[in-house]
Nanobody, 126 residues
Framework: QVHVVESGGGSVQAGGSLRLSCAASGYAGNLNWMAWFRQVPGKEREGVAAMWIGGGGTTYYADSVKGRFIISEDNGKNTVYLQMNSLKPEDTAMYYC??????????????????WGQGTQVTVSA
């Protein structure tokens, strides 16, 4: 079984930065995609950023975070980070990390991911 654990959430004022970390452990040798999603109570889950860790490093971002958030990986360690800059109150959400075994393009499709973390809260105050 694969365990996905996020860390790094917290509270910050608008304009500030946070860095989230996500590590997948267990029988995780063949993971190909890792991604960040977020959800606000009462709203649908939103894909934020995704990376093809299986090769190439292809990345995808939601339009709402392009130019502000950066997803990166710790090569070969099934670990990704989400650097969040210029944070806005509308970025407030529970952030979830997810991992996928399949090598096809998973992008920001939540249904393509096999393993999910418990989430870490990000709160941005005005």
């Amino acid at each position: 079984q694969v365990h996905v654990v996020e860390s790094g959430g917290g509270s910050v004022q608008a304009g500030g930065s946070l860095r989230l970390s996500c590590a997948a452990s267990g029988y995780a040798g063949n993971l190909n995609w890792m991604a960040w999603f977020r959800q606000v109570p009462g709203k649908e889950r939103e894909g934020v950023a995704a990376m093809w860790i299986g090769g190439g490093g292809t990345t995808y971002y939601a339009d709402s975070v392009k130019g502000r958030f950066i997803i990166s990986e710790d090569n070969g360690k099934n670990t990704v980070y989400l650097q969040m800059n210029s944070l806005k109150p509308e970025d407030t959400a529970m952030y979830y990390c997810a991992a996928a075994r399949q090598s096809v393009n998973c992008g920001l499709r939540g249904s393509a991911y096999d393993y999910w973390g418990q989430g870490t809260q990000v709160t941005v105050s005005a």
